[in-house]
């Protein structure tokens, strides 16, 4: 499955990540569930880096300058992350609006609801901005 992000209001082009799909019948619940727990174990392997002195090859640098931030110093670690607690923030913030999910071009609104995906399936996450002044 294709996994694509983008956040409205930002020029930034959709982010598009290849995800091994989950084993089973899939809901929208199951899904956000398992990229979750996906994205909270890559974080932990990108805190596990943190403060070790990283060189960066000349392609590591081309990728950089093209996406528009080079980082070569030591970072802090972030907070500890815990992948229930993710879950449940996500899947609140589903429920409140704040993001759009599409499956294959079809916006899925219900998180309890079968959902049917093929290997090349692409699920789309749309993250909503407030309008200032409004």
Avoid: C, N, W
């Amino acid at each position: 499955m294709i996994v694509e992000t983008k956040l409205i209001g930002r020029r930034t082009p959709f982010e598009r990540r290849p995800i091994d799909l989950p084993d089973g019948p899939h809901t929208l619940r199951g899904l956000l569930t398992h990229l979750v727990h996906h994205e909270v174990a890559a974080y932990h392997e990108r805190q596990a880096g943190v403060g070790v002195l990283r060189v960066m090859t000349e392609r590591e640098l081309q990728d950089a300058v093209a996406g528009g931030r080079v980082a070569v110093g030591p970072q802090e670690r972030g907070v500890a992350v815990g992948a229930e607690d993710a879950t449940r923030t996500a899947l609140t913030a589903f429920g409140d609006g704040l993001y759009y999910v599409f499956i294959d071009d079809r916006q899925v609104s219900e998180l309890d609801a079968p959902v049917a995906l093929r290997p090349d399936s692409t699920l789309l996450i749309v993250r909503l901005t407030a309008l200032a002044g409004g």
